[in-house]
């Protein structure tokens, strides 16, 4: 060998060296012919001996037995193999509020399966989901012998082509060659058309406190349906249903204080549920393959190779394009670095880590990336679990002291402009306000128009009101308007009241009187009527009237005084007076 070729062979030889000791990942064990075959979401990390070291959970279907497993991985042996009644779509690891030893639940389909200790515990069936009337009537009507297979297949064709959507056994129907039909429409006859529930993921949220206490399971099924189970009985503490099929979810929060359940469906469609309320949803450029929760940004990976990054309210914060077709998606969870990120495995081996907003770490393995789980298996020490399209099952440890850091960001708007500028406390008030006032322009717009309406209708009642009661301050009779004006001199216990009667408007009028209304345990009012000479429009006419306080306690009662005319059975107008505290009368000796 050349002086050349040994040189080249040692500097490759020291740059392999050079990378194994950068990389933040060390493979503990791997195994090419493992034979899993795993759904999004069946691996999943517990202690489930209660002996403080944590196991690896597969829910897998094996393809040569035909039959689903549930293989249980102390590191990278595999100790214990159970069979599931049907193909899983998710496995979680719990525990109750009344026990600590560590419950396995796993989603198939209309099942929920709860393992205690890995022996079978308990099962939560999914209520069968509706069968639409008209659907129903057609299998009805074909219990006749004379019914006619032909004529079911094309009234259930033209239910399908309306959107309606059929139960299994129409779909299968509909499916069938024609020589078929007959021995199957034989066979289900008698048999009631029902239409059974089937879960499609699984995930699962805090139930009293973050940490590793209890989990409530979150299932969601094929027909729209969000179940929220208990940690302890798993009795349905809530439920709620969208308009399609969920394909994928994620969960944040503690149940009983503030949580958010965000699902994603077949018709690109993004839901929240917020502490019991659902949200309006938003659209997606393509459909999702998985979505978890990073910080306060939700990450998508979609079919058109793009892993987005969106807001709470549905805006992309950014986006990255990536070389190959995106396999899975699972969330990161580092505790000793406070780390919070995703990882997402691609069709060509690659695996890629992003925080909440850039690429921080990537590393490459041999095969089809299908299915990542990120989880702690003994004290600080963390794996990263791989299976490949083959079937191959790799364990990747997390180095002890790795420090992740932003290899390149991700596509977008620069780095720059997501430096926080340092706002004043009232321009963000403004900006906050202004941005309130956009997003509820409508709302506010309706509640100001009712609450105008609602002060017009006050107002006009109350004048309605005084002029029945004659409290305006002015009125009118057979055409000519009147004011009347009271005004108050002494301070006790003798007030003289002067009233001043005004016509604005009209011909002269006569044989009007003025009255007052006093209340007798407090007030003594001598000459209480008096007459008024007539009334010439324009010129004010003035009545003395002298009101003495009987009673020593500091208090004061209003004090009526009357216009009405002999032609009127009420007043003609009304002047209430809030007569003044009487002082005590003075003795001088």
């Not at 791989?386 to 620069?414: C, D, H, M, Q, Y």
Request: hydrophobic share 40%; proline share 5%.
């Amino acid at each position: 060998m050349s002086t050349g070729a040994l040189v080249e062979r040692a500097v490759s030889q020291q740059q392999l060296l050079s990378v194994q000791t950068k990389s933040k990942w060390q493979q503990v064990f791997s195994d090419p012919v493992a034979g899993l075959r795993v759904l999004p979401n069946c691996i999943a990390f517990g202690d489930v001996h209660n002996q403080g070291e944590n196991k690896i959970l597969v829910a897998h279907f094996d393809e040569e037995q035909h039959k689903a497993l549930l293989k249980v991985y102390s590191g990278s042996s595999l100790i214990e193999e159970h069979v599931l009644a049907d193909v899983p779509c998710g496995v979680m690891c719990t525990i109750s509020d009344e026990s600590t030893v560590p419950m396995v639940a796993v989603a198939a389909s209309d099942g929920l399966f709860v393992f205690k200790n890995l022996r079978p515990f308990f099962r939560f069936t999914l209520p069968p989901a509706d069968v639409l009337e008209a659907e129903r009537d057609l299998w009805i009507n074909a219990r006749n012998e004379s019914a006619n297979p032909q004529q079911l297949f094309d009234d259930l064709k033209a239910l399908r082509s309306t959107g309606a959507k059929l139960c299994p056994r129409s779909m299968t129907y509909l499916a069938m060659d024609p020589d078929q039909r007959p021995a199957f429409l034989e066979g289900v006859r008698e048999i009631p058309v029902k239409q059974k529930g089937v879960f499609t993921c699984l995930t699962s949220l805090a139930h009293k406190s973050q940490g590793d206490g209890p989990q409530c399971p979150i299932i969601c099924t094929e027909d729209g349906q969000i179940f929220v189970l208990h940690p302890s009985d798993f009795s349905a503490l809530f439920n709620i249903s969208v308009n399609s099929a969920i394909t994928c979810a994620c969960a944040s929060g503690v149940y009983e204080m503030d949580y958010r359940i965000t699902v994603v469906t077949r018709d690109k469609l993004v839901y929240t549920v917020k502490n019991g309320e659902l949200s309006e949803p938003f659209e997606l450029h393509s459909l999702a393959l998985a979505i978890t929760r990073v910080q306060k940004h939700l990450m998508i990976a979609c079919e058109n190779n793009v892993l987005y990054s969106y807001t709470t309210k549905g805006k992309i914060a950014w986006q990255s394009k990536q070389p190959s077709r995106i396999t899975c998606l699972c969330e990161v969870w580092y505790k000793p670095k406070l780390l919070r990120a995703c990882c997402i495995g691609l069709a060509d081996g690659q695996v890629k880590m992003y925080n909440s907003t850039e690429l921080i770490d990537s590393f490459s393995i041999e095969g089809c990336v299908t299915m990542l789980s990120f989880g702690n298996i003994w004290r600080d020490t963390y794996v990263l679990a791989i299976v490949t399209e083959t079937g191959g099952f790799t364990l990747r440890r997390l180095r002890k002291g790795a420090e992740f850091k932003a290899i390149k960001s991700a596509v977008g708007a620069p780095a720059e402009q997501r430096i926080r500028i340092n706002v004043p406390t009232k321009s963000r008030l403004y900006l906050d306000q202004s941005q309130r006032e956009k997003d509820h322009a409508k709302s506010m717009h309706h509640s100001f128009q009712g609450d105008l309406q609602l002060v017009r209708v006050h107002t006009a009642r109350e004048y309605v009101k005084a002029l029945t009661a004659s409290l305006a301050p002015a009125s009118a009779l057979n055409g000519a308007s009147f004011q009347l004006g009271v005004k108050v001199q002494g301070i006790g216990p003798m007030f003289k009241l002067t009233v001043s009667v005004q016509a604005t408007s009209g011909a002269t009028t006569n044989l009007l009187k003025l009255a007052l209304e006093w209340d007798e345990e407090m007030y003594q009012v001598s000459d209480s009527v008096a007459l008024l000479p007539a009334l010439v429009p324009g010129i004010s006419y003035e009545k003395s009237f002298m009101a003495e306080c009987i009673i020593e306690e500091p208090i004061s009662a209003p004090l009526s005084v009357h216009l009405y005319s002999p032609e009127r059975t009420l007043p003609i107008i009304t002047a209430v007076v809030s007569m003044p505290i009487s002082e005590p009368p003075i003795s001088v000796r």
